[in-house]
């Protein structure tokens, strides 16, 4: 089993990353965890206005994969944390895969949010199979999916359960950012997160998770200061 971390976009004031993950198991499955922003991202943020993240060709997912030997019909199931555009906006580009998500999630997309509507044709798609699931499951042997909303409903998180490094788990948006010296209960929501009370609940979940499984990483979602320091593809953690 190994995963591997891909910078799919930066801040380039802040040092935000916008991560995706390749979990390769050891019968030799590519799980993908989030595909990043859609390819027209690319133009855009060449423009000398653009407040955005800076997204190169060569951050795209699928060139991203190609650096590791892996091409989109290589894929298995892509976990789809949730359908912001930094998440899900190359979904469309896994037309064999699986694409697992929650279903409180799709089903609240699908409710008609102005703010999942904006990319709406890369996850509502012909190209786009979708498995969903309710609360938390195992999706494949070493691989749990976590149902952790708040930042957005049906939120998902995945714990990797690595055989040298140990579990690892990756909190996507439910924890963005290391605590510092704030509790679950005291952490403070940004503008983005819809749930403030649902958030702190996933927070306090996830925490209680990684201890009472021994998790020896927890990837933030959005940590420039932890992601700087990181292995990132073409290195992984096994």
Not at 16 to 31: C, F, R
């Amino acid at each position: 089993m190994r995963l591997f971390l891909m910078q799919l976009g930066i801040a380039p004031d802040s040092g935000t990353p916008y991560p995706g993950y390749l979990i390769q198991t050891d019968d030799g499955a590519n799980v993908l965890v989030d595909t990043g922003f859609p390819p027209g991202i690319v133009e855009l943020s060449r423009a000398p206005d653009f407040r955005g993240p800076r997204v190169t060709k060569e951050d795209l997912i699928v060139n991203q994969l190609a650096r590791l030997g892996v091409k989109p019909d290589d894929v298995r199931y892509v976990v789809a944390t949730h359908y912001d555009g930094d998440h899900a906006g190359s979904l469309d580009s896994f037309p064999n895969a699986e694409i697992v998500v929650q279903r409180a999630h799709d089903e609240a997309a699908r409710s008609g949010l102005e703010r999942f509507a904006r990319i709406r044709g890369h996850w509502d798609s012909p190209n786009v199979h979708l498995r969903r699931v309710d609360g938390d499951v195992e999706l494949l042997p070493g691989i749990e999916l976590i149902e952790s909303g708040g930042h957005v409903p049906g939120h998902q998180s995945v714990l990797v359960r690595l055989p040298e490094t140990g579990p690892v788990l990756l909190a996507i948006d439910a924890i963005s950012h290391a605590l510092g010296d704030e509790t679950p209960e005291t952490r403070t929501a940004a503008p983005h997160d819809m749930d403030p009370i649902g958030l702190r609940a996933s927070t306090r979940k996830l925490v209680d998770l990684a201890g009472r499984e021994g998790v020896t990483l927890i990837v933030y979602g959005h940590d420039g200061q932890q992601w700087a320091k990181l292995k990132k593809a073409p290195e992984f953690y096994s």
